[in-house]
C-alpha cells in the first residue's frame, strides 16, 4: 500500500497529494470502531441509585445521534454524558479520524445557526439520496470560502429521512493549515483523492466532491453561477469502480456571500494560497470585511446517475468518462439557470 499511486479529482489537488497527507491522528483515550470499550466501574453517590445500561443487543446498529430535544433537564444531562464520555476517552473514531459524536453534538449545533437563520436554506430533492449505501454528490463550488460545502453537510444532515452524514472531499490546503485541519478531520472530511473516496463509498458512505476545486470557489464575481471545468473526470472513474450512483448537486446563494471583484496574486503566492480575494468589504473594513453576505440559498440533489450496469473495465474508458462527466456538469448547470429564474431576490 505504501507505494499505491494516489490520483486526485483535479489539477488543483495533484500537488503530491499522496506525500503531503496529513497523518491520521486520534485523540488521547478514544478508540476505533471495533475495539473494546474500558470499562469503568462508577461509583454512587449517597442515596443515588447508579442508572443500570444493558447497551445495545448484539447484532443491533447503533441509531444515529440527533440534536438534543427535550426539556431543560434533559438537555442538560445529555450535555454532562457528552462531556463525561469526551473526558473518560469512551468516544470512537474512524481510521480517517472522522468522530461522529463530536460532529452530531458540537460541530453541527455550530453550523445550525448560520444554515438555518442567517442563509435560511432551502432543499430541494433530498429524496434523491439513498437510504443507505455509497453515493457520490457532486457540486458547484463557489463563494470564495467554502462555506458550500459546509452547509451542504448540515442539508443532508438534518433533511435526509434516514439521516445520514456526507463525507466531504476536501483540497489538501485544508489539512496544512492550524486548527482548520483537525476540525476537518473530526468533521468526516478527508483528501480528496481517487483512494479515498473509494474506500468510503465502498464502505457505503455518503461522499461529496466539488469538482471545479480552487477555479470555482476563487473565480470573479462577473463569472458567478458559470461552471469551470470538472477536472479530468476522477470522481465518475471512482463511482464507476465502486458502483456507486452520482447524484448531481446545484447550489444557489453562495456566489453572493463574498463578491469577488479583485485578486491579489503577488499576495497570494508570498501565502501560498491559490488567490487572494478582493470584495467590496475585505480588505478594506478588516475583519468585518470577512462577514458573509445574508444571501438566502438554495440546495437541489438532482436525479441519480446510475453506474452500476457498467462493467469493471468502464473506469478505464476515457470516452465514457468524458461523457458521464458532462452529463453531470449540464445537469448541475441546467439546475442552476432554472433556480436562478425562480429565484426573487438574492436576499429574500
Known sequence: MADAKVIPFDDDRSRGAAAQRPQR???????????????????PLPGRAVPQDDGPVAGEEKAPVKPQ?????????GGLAFLRRRLTGDYEV???????????????????????????????????IPEKGGALIVANHSGTLPLDGLMMQVAVHDNHPAG???RLLAADLVFVLPVVNELARK???????????????????????????FKGIGKPFSER????????????????????????????????????IGNAKTLARLLGFPYFP???TFPWLGPLGAVPLPTKWTIQFGEPIHTDGYPQEAAEDPMLMFNLTDQVREQIQHTLY???VQRRSVFF
Do not use: W
Open 225 to 260: 453561477y458559470k461552471l469551470q471545468r470538472f477536472g479530468r473526470g476522477g470522481f465518475v472513474s471512482t463511482a464507476l469502480r465502486a458502483g456507486t450512483p452520482i447524484i448531481p448537486c446545484s447550489i444557489v446563494g453562495a456566489e453572493e456571500i463574498y463578491p469577488m
Open 25 to 43: 491522528r486520534r485523540s488521547a483515550g478514544s478508540r476505533r470502531k471495533g475495539e473494546p470499550a474500558v470499562v469503568r466501574e462508577v461509583q
Open 164 to 166: 445520514r452524514h456526507l
Open 187 to 213: 468533521a468526516g472530511h478527508t483528501l480528496a483523492c481517487a483512494e479515498d473516496a473509494q474506500r468510503l463509498l465502498e464502505r457505503g458512505e455518503l461522499v461529496g466532491v466539488m469538482p471545479e476545486g
Open 278 to 280: 478582493i470584495t467590496p
Open 94 to 128: 474512524d481510521d480517517f479520524g472522522y468522530d461522529e459524536e463530536l460532529t452530531d453534538q458540537v460541530l453541527m449545533s455550530l453550523l445550525r445557526p448560520l444554515y438555518e437563520k442567517y442563509f435560511r436554506v432551502e432543499v430541494k430533492g433530498i429524496d434523491n
Open 338 to 340: 432554472k433556480l436562478l
Open 69 to 77: 430535544e427535550g426539556g431543560l433537564e434533559q438537555r442538560i444531562a
